[in-house]
């Protein structure tokens, strides 16, 4: 029988024990300084211990605490990581160096949520998808001639954004960063045998040689890979004038004809291999076959990439990561459709590279999902060009596996996120075939703040910064779906302590108005829809969706039915599926949610800090924007009925849901006007263009179509049965 002393004395010994470990301040982080991505991880790992005041030892000499990062290559996968606590020690390991630096920084998120030491508790992830990517598009030579892009010129110059930006991306689990311009190889090589080309003294070419490398150096640090992804077949002005080719191959043009004779082949080849010769941590190239490539055949456009990239990276003498991006168009025609045969021709070129001993398996067959507006529906209703046929997965691929884009070009300025939508996203597209997926914006550069109108102290510099939830779910999930939601509320927690406890919540329901919008409304390329300004291509230019537009556009997602089939078959006694998304049960959605987050909010107090403010506005502007589209809904029921039917009754319905819609988008306005900058689009030219050539885009300065919507109605006339 145990003696009462001894069980006094052993439980003297715990309590001297958990004392010691609760006070332990100082701590030794091991790590093999030679390495820079384990010297990155214990940068990182410092910082936050630090930042909770522990006393961080620079040798082994009377700690408290140690915390070994390592990596093992036999018991773990790639990107994955295991934290094991010990007796006054914790062992972080991955399965190479990006997992070390994974479990290092998912450590050091403990100990910013207020963990301590002595409470860290086992801890694994792995990858689900091997590849995690950012769609980067750069201001100088863009793919657009915007006052929208142009704007970011310098933020996008400056060596600490990409140190932010890339800290931001490990953070969040992105392992892949793609740069896009139409021809970036003058802004980072003097071609040898072209000089003429460049359009930079030497002075300027060794600034833009200075950043690149800085960019690519502090990406490997992050165990980040790097691809340059042009669009084709674009040379410089200065190319173009001094051999007399490529006219119009050049900025800003972009649906030109392809210029292929042999002196922008060769120029074009030799300048792939300079290029990922001068920058030996670069990781690969991505493949473009649309713009600049007017009046090829499918097969004359992968025969030119094949003589051109492929055969230029084959010279560099390394190996190599590709990015295959499926082309769209089925026809000479730089904005074509998609076919079968173009499918099968794009996959026999795929299987070719594949097959080369310098292009590391697997390459990135990339197709954009729904289009430009991937914040829709999860489901894959279209790719770019139309219907996605199956010919890249029957039969299985091997060497390739699919990635999505998914393109954002629907909210810039309001925070977004929603994460179980993109936990369906992942759920719908994990077949054995999907790589993964990149993110990511094409008019939208997320460098410089134009947003920002308070002159008050804020967390964020750079706009992605004001974005960190959408980036945060986007790379967490995508890395592991099973990331729970108290991860992403911590985050709220940590910055705004209590008052941020309902945020995620709020977030979720308010902005999920963006998701139903785009599902609602059927959309193509980047102009045809802008979320959260209620805006789409509606003729020749990007305006307000007026009642009338709403009522006739069919939707994007299959299961929601249009106004106008609604109306009709309701006047004519016929039903729709109970599965099926009608108006009025999209309205009663958008009531619901954005009522609910409404709520969560209101008794928020943001007075002195101006950061929580903006974060409570946006859920708010988020929530009347589903509040006014849910009574435009109801005026466009009443309207279409009115016109089929008749009945004054339906009429003034029409009218008051309009003006409820309206009162709606006045509080918007309310919201928006004091905090938010008029901020140029990339697409905006609406109805107000002649007075606004800079594309300046904000609620406020759209009222005036919102309110045409009453005048629409009280218009209307009877029609009837057409």
């Not at 390394?318 to 499926?326: A, C, F, N, Q, S």
């Amino acid at each position: 029988m145990v003696s009462i002393k001894k069980i006094v004395f052993g439980l003297l010994l715990c309590c001297v024990a958990s004392m010691h470990a609760a006070f332990a301040q100082k701590v030794y982080v091991q790590y093999n300084s030679s390495t820079p991505q384990a010297a990155y991880a214990s940068d990182q790992l410092k910082e936050a211990l630090l930042a909770q005041k522990y006393t961080v030892l620079e040798d082994q000499k009377g700690y408290d605490y140690v915390i070994r990062i390592g990596v093992d290559t036999a018991s773990l996968e790639s990107e994955a990581y295991v934290i094991i606590p010990g007796q006054n020690s914790i062992s972080i390991s991955g399965g190479d160096n990006r997992g070390m630096i994974y479990g290092s920084l998912s450590l050091a998120e403990s100990l910013q949520h207020g963990t301590r030491l002595q409470e860290v508790q086992k801890q694994n992830e792995k990858p689900h998808y091997p590849f995690r990517a950012i769609k980067h598009n750069t201001p100088w030579y863009s793919y657009r001639p915007s006052s929208a892009l142009d704007q970011h010129y310098e933020t996008v110059r400056d060596v600490r954004y990409w140190e932010a930006f890339l800290d931001m991306m490990a953070e969040n689990r992105f392992n892949s960063l793609s740069l896009w311009n139409l021809h970036p190889f003058v802004y980072m090589i003097n071609p040898k045998n072209f000089p003429e080309a460049s359009p930079f003294s030497e002075a300027e070419m060794k600034e833009w040689q200075q950043l690149h490398r800085e960019i690519f150096r502090m990406a490997d640090e992050r165990a980040i890979d790097t691809y340059i992804i042009p669009f084709n077949i674009f040379v410089s002005p200065e190319f173009a004038e001094a051999y007399g080719v490529a006219q119009k191959n050049v900025y800003p043009h972009y649906y030109v004809q392809g210029d292929t004779s042999e002196i922008v082949k060769r120029y074009m080849r030799e300048s792939i291999t300079q290029l990922l010769q001068e920058y030996p941590t670069l990781t690969g190239m991505g493949l473009t076959l649309g713009e600049g490539m007017a009046g090829m055949t499918p097969q004359q456009r992968e025969d030119w990439i094949y003589d051109t990239y492929i055969e230029g990276m084959r010279q560099v003498g390394r190996p190599l990561k590709l990015v295959h991006r499926i082309p769209f168009s089925s026809t000479t025609e730089s904005l074509g459709a998609t076919s079968v045969e173009l499918e099968r021709l794009t996959r026999k070129s795929i299987e070719r590279e594949a097959n080369l001993d310098f292009i590391q398996e697997p390459i990135w067959a990339d197709l954009k999902y729904n289009w430009s507006h991937a914040h829709s529906t999860p489901k894959l209703v279209k790719v770019h060009g139309g219907e996605m046929f199956d010919t890249f997965y029957n039969p299985m691929p091997e060497g390739y596996k699919i990635t999505y884009t998914a393109r954002n070009e629907d909210f810039f300025a309001l925070r977004w996120g929603v994460p179980d939508f993109i936990r369906a996203h992942i759920a719908l597209n994990s077949q054995p075939y999907v790589g993964g997926y990149f993110i990511g914006s094409e008019t939208y550069i997320p460098a410089k703040d134009y947003f920002t109108a308070v002159d008050a102290p804020v967390y964020w510099q750079w706009a992605f910064e004001r974005q960190w939830l959408f980036y945060k779910l986007w790379g967490r999930l995508l890395y592991n779906p099973a990331t729970p939601d108290e991860v992403f509320q911590a985050e709220f927690t940590r910055r705004y302590g209590k008052k941020g406890k309902n945020l995620l919540q709020a977030y979720s329901l308010a902005s999920s108005t963006q998701l139903r919008l785009a599902s609602l409304y059927d959309s193509r390329w980047d102009f045809t829809l802008y979320g959260e300004g209620f805006m789409a291509l509606i003729g020749d230019s990007t305006q307000y969706i007026s009642v009338d537009a709403l009522i006739n556009q069919p939707p994007l997602d299959p299961d929601y039915v249009s106004v106008k089939d609604f109306v009709q078959k309701k006047l004519t006694g016929g039903s729709f599926g109970k599965d099926r998304i009608t108006p009025p049960v999209l309205i009663k959605m958008l009531e619901r949610d954005s009522r609910k987050a409404l709520r969560l909010v209101e008794d928020i107090d943001t007075r002195n800090n101006a950061s929580l403010m903006y974060e409570v506005a946006d859920v708010k502007t988020w929530a009347n924007l589903g509040l006014h589209l849910a009574e435009k809904l109801k005026g466009a029921v009443a309207l279409q009925t009115y016109r089929i039917k008749g009945g004054k009754g339906n009429q003034q319905k029409a009218v008051a849901h309009l003006q409820k819609a309206l009162g709606y988008w006045d509080k918007v306005i309310q919201i928006t006007r004091p905090i938010y900058k008029d901020m140029p689009l990339t697409h905006y030219n609406g109805s107000s263009h002649d007075r606004n050539d800079n594309n300046l885009f904000h609620w406020a300065l759209i009222r005036p179509e919102v309110a045409r919507d009453i005048d629409l109605a009280k218009q209307a006339t009877v029609q009837g049965i057409k």
